[in-house]
């Protein structure tokens, strides 16, 4: 949504992102882990943020459904 493109900082131009394009951090958009989907040494793990939903690589297990994240875009 335009409102998620202003909280990560996206310029207009760019249309697509990979899930490695976003990682969890200390700080920044925050959102609310929905699901982990395990793929052997990695995991993709769906994030609500602002209704603006996520998709980002981490290591399995490395957060839990519910939990209360922040995301930055790299």
């Given at each position: 949504?335009?409102?998620?493109?202003?909280?990560?900082?996206?310029?207009?131009n760019r249309l697509f992102f990979r899930?490695?394009?976003?990682?969890?951090?200390?700080?920044?958009?925050?959102?609310?882990?929905?699901?982990?989907?395990?793929?052997?040494?990695?995991?993709?793990?769906?994030?609500?943020?602002?209704?603006?939903?996520?998709?980002?690589?981490?290591?399995?297990?490395?957060?839990?459904?519910?939990?209360?994240v922040y995301v930055q875009l790299r």
């Amino acid at each position: 949504s335009e409102a998620g493109r202003k909280d990560f900082g996206i310029s207009d131009n760019r249309l697509f992102f990979r899930p490695e394009d976003f990682y969890i951090a200390a700080e920044g958009v925050p959102g609310t882990v929905i699901e982990e989907i395990f793929y052997g040494g990695y995991a993709e793990t769906v994030i609500d943020c602002a209704h603006d939903r996520v998709t980002t690589r981490t290591t399995p297990g490395q957060v839990q459904t519910g939990q209360k994240v922040y995301v930055q875009l790299r």
